[in-house]
């Protein structure tokens, strides 16, 4: 009678190191999942399941002993491939910062830089553990299912995996583990077949007295394994599953250095981009895709987050997505929200975004420590208070900057009556959909000159001038006759951040 256990790993990776092993010198890591770390996986779990029923630990030793008679076959996904190292820093012993008695110093763990070796894998194609002929009763099916089911991770403890019995594979084994004289060239531990498994062993630490002094534990051999071909795939990440209907994205926003209101721009534009990236590259199946190298008709789907389409027509009807960086009350732009009127964002364009916060968004260059980090926060997080009102009146939070086709002066010097900045935060809310409003107030000492989005058109302009692109920003304050509804958001540069209004309570 075949035993069968299918192991999927929910998130993705397998971190294990070989036996005997420094991270440092093993490159490759375990591949596949020895056989002497299973029977070392449930046997510790067995601990838990006699504190909880009471069980001797006779059975126990007896289902150890039939896995161990004989190595079992495994499936392997054919999509996996060796990850790279993930280093970090972990600590050791605890020093003083200064060893001499006579200086001030205070005591702090050192650290190591660990390389942590994993096996990336599909999550919705388990690895496949396989004895041909394995006659088990009914109590140690019983209690191998125990087991498996406490059984949260297998390696080390960051990969998490979930195990369980199956009746049948359901895919033929693709990888046989055999001496070294038969072939195969990925070492695996395993119990040496036929002979009876030592409990004391098993059970010793990895530094204890048994083991101490041997290359291997006794009662072990190394076999090897060929492993399955890999197959190549078109990079598609996967999608997750979220809520249909989604207008608005928010991000909580944090670094060592906030940039000031001038700056707010940069970190719209820059997420944006990466965002877009993001996007091509899973719309192409190619990892380094951008957005020149997509077809028109993926140029179209892309419309609503780049506001243009294939042909590089801007849209009309502002119905493209607005990056917004939002300050607190002490003007720290601690949130970014994407919001998007018409069409509910995609579950492409959501999983982008989630991407895209996975790199730091620098808002300075040459500064490392100026960057900030983007957090995705939960769907049903409601919007910053006075996102959208409705309300009679409305502030300004980040500067109003008027057009940059307008001409707010003559050829002789004089104002233009139409133009001031009043008149022109009118128009463009009547032009948005408002009502026209009752009154408009300047803010006074508040205007500031901040930074525009660079079209291409601009940027060309601003190498051939050699003079930044940089307008006045003004605060305002807007009322009208009833309550209106928002988000505002008028002027130049407004899908990424500028002329945002928020409602007065």
């Known amino acids: 009678m075949p035993l069968v256990i299918e192991q999927h790993y929910p998130l993705g990776r397998f971190h294990a190191t070989r036996w005997n092993q420094s991270p440092f010198e093993d490159p490759f890591g375990e591949w596949p999942p020895s056989p002497w770390r299973f029977l070392r996986a449930l046997a510790a779990r067995s601990f838990q399941y006699e504190r909880e029923t009471g069980a001797a630990p006779t059975a126990r030793d007896q289902l150890l002993n039939l896995l161990a008679h004989s190595p079992p076959t495994f499936y392997l996904p054919p999509t996996s491939a060796r990850g790279p190292a993930l280093k970090q820093y972990q600590p050791t012993a605890v020093a003083w910062t200064d060893a001499n008695k006579k200086k001030a110093a205070y005591m702090t763990p050192k650290t190591t830089l660990i390389a942590d070796r994993f096996r ?34 297998f390696g080390r403890a960051e990969s998490f995996c979930r195990m369980r019995r199956v009746e049948q594979a359901g895919v033929e084994a693709n990888c046989v583990l055999t001496r070294k004289d038969s072939g195969g060239d990925s070492p695996v531990l395993v119990p040496i077949p036929g002979t009876v498994l030592r409990m004391d062993v098993l059970l010793e630490w990895t530094d204890g007295k048994l083991l101490a002094g041997y290359p291997i534990p006794p009662g072990t051999e190394w076999h090897f394994a060929s492993l399955p071909r890999p197959t190549q795939v078109p990079l598609r990440p996967p999608v997750r599953s979220k809520p249909a209907g989604i207008h608005a994205m928010q991000f909580a926003v944090g ?10 721009i940069r970190i719209a534009e820059r997420f944006r981009g ?21 077809s028109a008709a993926e140029k179209d789907g892309l419309a609503l987050l780049t506001g243009k389409d294939a042909t590089g027509t801007a849209l009309k009807g502002h119905p493209h997505a607005y990056f917004l960086l939002r300050p607190d009350a002490d003007g720290n732009p601690t949130r970014l929200i994407v919001w998007r009127q018409g069409e509910p964002f995609t579950a492409v364009e959501l999983e982008a975004m989630i991407e895209a916060t996975e790199v730091p968004v620098a808002w300075e260059s040459g500064a490392p420590d100026w960057q900030l980090r983007l957090v995705a926060l939960p769907d ?26 307008r001409r707010r002066f003559r050829e002789n010097g004089r104002l233009r009556t139409g133009e001031s900045v009043e008149r022109v935060a009118a128009k463009l809310l009547e032009a948005g959909g408002w009502p026209a409003p009752a009154r408009i107030i ?31 920003g003004y605060h305002l304050q807007v009322e009208f006759e009833a309550p209106v509804a928002g988000p505002i958001m008028i002027g130049d540069s407004s899908h990424f951040g500028l002329g945002q209004f928020a409602a007065v309570e």
Not at 276 to 294: F, K, W
Not at 443 to 471: A, C, D, I, S, Y
């Open 120 to 153: 990336a894998l599909p999550g919705d194609d388990p690895v496949v553990w396989i004895w041909s002929v394995l006659d088990l009763d009914a109590e140690c099916l019983a209690l191998l299912d125990a087991l498996l089911d406490r059984t949260l991770y």
């Open 380 to 405: 049903r997080t409601p919007l910053p208070s006075g996102f959208s009102g409705p309300a009679r009146a409305w502030r300004s939070i980040t500067p109003f900057v008027p057009p940059a086709g």
């Open 274 to 294: 990466r965002v877009i990236q993001c996007c091509a590259a899973r719309m192409s199946g190619t990892p380094r895709a951008h957005y020149g190298s997509l």
């Open 442 to 472: 300047e803010v006074p000492g508040k205007t500031v000159w901040v930074g525009l989005h660079e079209t291409r058109e601009r940027r060309f302009e601003r190498q051939q001038t050699r003079t930044p692109l940089v307008r006045p």
């Open 255 to 264: 670094g060592r250095v906030y940039p000031p209101a001038e700056h707010f």
